[in-house]
């Protein structure tokens, strides 16, 4: 794609699975922008992983704390920020989101999200009896929420994540 020049901070919003990570960050590389990630500042400031703050401090602290980050890093510096599946689902998140930066929802159907999470012990929200009957309960819930992103990029399963990174590219 030609050379883009970013204007806002643009912020991956999807469920679990659906790559936000791995295509912010190709994102970021083919832009020459910094990639930040909110879980992955949420895990440095606590020295503790997602999991793990689950456990010891709740869903809710967690969400606090995601809230905080999202704000902080929209921010400072114009950026690829990658976010957790559960930060655009605040009203409040939603709003500083659309004020500060461009959301893109990465839209994966229910099937491509199950294969790419039921072997990964790393989302704290599936540690249930039926996780498969969790995430498709968590999908049904959040996607009226994502669907008001600015832009939708849907996943294509036979796709790299470079050529999804294009994909983003070339709609914002
Ligand atoms: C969550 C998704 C996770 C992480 C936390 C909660 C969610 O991020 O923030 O486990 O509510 O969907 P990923 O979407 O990167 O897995």
Redesign the pocket.
Known sequence: PARYTLKKTVVLVG???AG??AVGRAVAAKLGAPFLDS?AEIEAAANLS?PEI?TRDGEAF?RKR?SEVIARLLDTARCILST????FLAQGNREVISQRGVSVWLNAELDLLWNRVRHKD????LRTRDPKATLTA?YEARVPLYSQADIAVPCDPALSIDAMAIRVIEAL
């Open positions: 469920m679990m699975g936000k990570t879980d997602v689950f967690f995601e957790g599946g559960g930060a790393t989302r704290p929200l968590l």
